[in-house]
């Protein structure tokens, strides 16, 4: 079960095939699973279609739910491993050993940013912070005792990427990883407002792009303007949205949660414009292993968690399944955004097309739309109703203008798929 990079270094092959990556969000699972309810939710995941796990290896301190244990503790305004929990890491080893049983990649954070200085997480946490030499002799022991399951390894975790120390920090763990595992591969994670610097992005200590596009005011749109960003730099590589919003957690301010509907759209946006190699999920209660009575760090910012088996059964779970199912069955490997494809449109939907030429989009409402380009006699238009998680009737119509998919019969949001659509007299891609 290991994943390596596609010639076209466009998307992933797990074992040398293609696949999606599709990563169930358990920062916390070391501290908190016991082994009853890891196996329990390990299932769960597998049946639905899951085959990746995010983790942060040390704690978040300040996202945390009361009941999650540590591997250490403050000694003297310092972190001291020899004072922690001495079971944590034995207990780390046991959550991988039946991950990697049940199928999983465990995709494992190294340094959360409260531990790196010069991050926003620092200031929180100042206490928390490590030198360079701690750092290195921590990043030492994790992957010595970790690399054995043939994780995908992040180096940072929930990252502004703008100060000059926190990324010379993370550039050395980064560096010091591939020494010590050049097998495995390396991705970042960072915030919403984050924009990795290009001499990182077209470097050598990334294999593929880790964004997250959040739960914030921009939710919607930061997937698709993100994964520009970075589809825009001069090496290719494959992107994945590690962090679209979690379904159940609360926006600034208290004003409403975040819907299997609203995860459907930053999960799909995000896909066709180009992030299509892979996508993190994550249900609000599980990703802080969250139990029923228990305090939490950030309740002020994103609303109290629901206890984790309860957020474990949230619909946008098969939501994403489905996503990873379409993905695979339709070969929409190298999907790309392209802006020119549909005729102006106000609901939000996005195209993109394969090297293939298939073409994709998403329509997060049900309206008519029109794509540029002339049908060919082989055109093939496909619909699914993502909702319902099922394929339905697509209608079409040849116009002056493209090709016109007419509105669905159902009233949520939907993808097209379509083949045998040749450019247009006009377009750029008519050669």
Do not use: K
Request: proline share 6%.
């Amino acid at each position: 079960m290991s994943w390596t990079l596609a010639p076209s270094r466009r998307w992933l092959l797990r074992d040398g095939q293609p696949t999606f990556l599709l990563a169930d969000t358990v920062w916390a699972a070391f501290g908190g699973a016991s082994p009853d309810e890891w196996l329990d939710h390990l299932e769960r995941r597998r049946r639905q279609g899951f085959n990746a796990l995010l983790f942060s290896i040390l704690p978040i301190e300040h996202d945390r739910s009361t009941g999650t244990r540590s591997p250490y503790a403050i000694r003297d305004g310092r972190i001291d491993f020899a004072a922690g929990d001495p079971a944590y890491w034995d207990d780390a080893e046991r959550v991988l050993t039946a991950a990697r049983a049940h199928g999983f990649t465990p995709m494992l954070v190294l340094l959360w940013n409260n531990f790196v200085p010069g991050t926003w997480g620092a200031g929180l946490t100042p206490d928390h912070v490590m030198d360079a030499e701690q750092t290195s002799s921590y990043v030492a022991e994790a992957v010595a005792r970790f690399a054995r399951f043939d994780p995908i390894w992040i180096v940072s975790g929930d990252d502004d990427l703008n100060d000059d120390t926190a990324l010379a920090r993370y550039s050395a763990v980064a560096a010091q990883v591939r020494e010590l595992a050049p097998e495995q591969l390396v991705t970042w994670h960072d915030t919403p407002t984050a924009r990795m610097p290009a001499a990182i992005a077209d470097g050598d200590l990334i294999d593929f792009h880790g964004l997250q596009s959040g739960h914030n005011e921009a939710w919607d749109t930061l997937p698709a303007e993100l994964t520009r960003y970075y589809r825009a730099m001069d090496v290719d590589r494959p992107i994945i949205n590690l962090e679209p919003c979690y379904e159940g957690l609360g926006r600034f301010a208290g004003r409403e949660r975040h819907s299997a509907a609203d995860v459907r759209r930053a999960s799909w946006t995000g896909v066709v414009a180009g992030a299509a190699a892979g996508l993190g999920y994550g249900a609000h209660g599980v990703w802080s292993w969250h139990r029923r009575g228990e305090d939490f760090a950030a309740g002020d910012v994103h609303g109290h968690p629901f206890p984790f088996s309860v957020a474990a059964a949230f619909p946008g779970a098969d939501d994403v399944s489905f996503l990873r199912r379409v993905v695979e069955d339709e070969r929409l490997w190298g999907l790309d955004g392209d802006a020119d494809l549909l005729r102006a449109e106000p609901s939000g939907a996005i195209a993109g097309r394969t090297p293939e030429g298939v073409v994709a989009v998403y329509a997060p409402s049900a309206f008519a739309l029109t794509l540029r380009g002339r049908a060919t006699p082989d055109l093939d238009v496909r619909v699914y109703d993502l909702a319902a998680r099922r394929p339905d009737a697509a209608r079409w119509t040849s116009t002056a203008d493209g090709v016109r998919l007419e509105q669905p019969e159902f009233p949520g949001d939907a993808l097209y798929v379509v083949r045998g659509l040749a450019p247009d007299a006009d377009s750029p891609d008519a050669g």
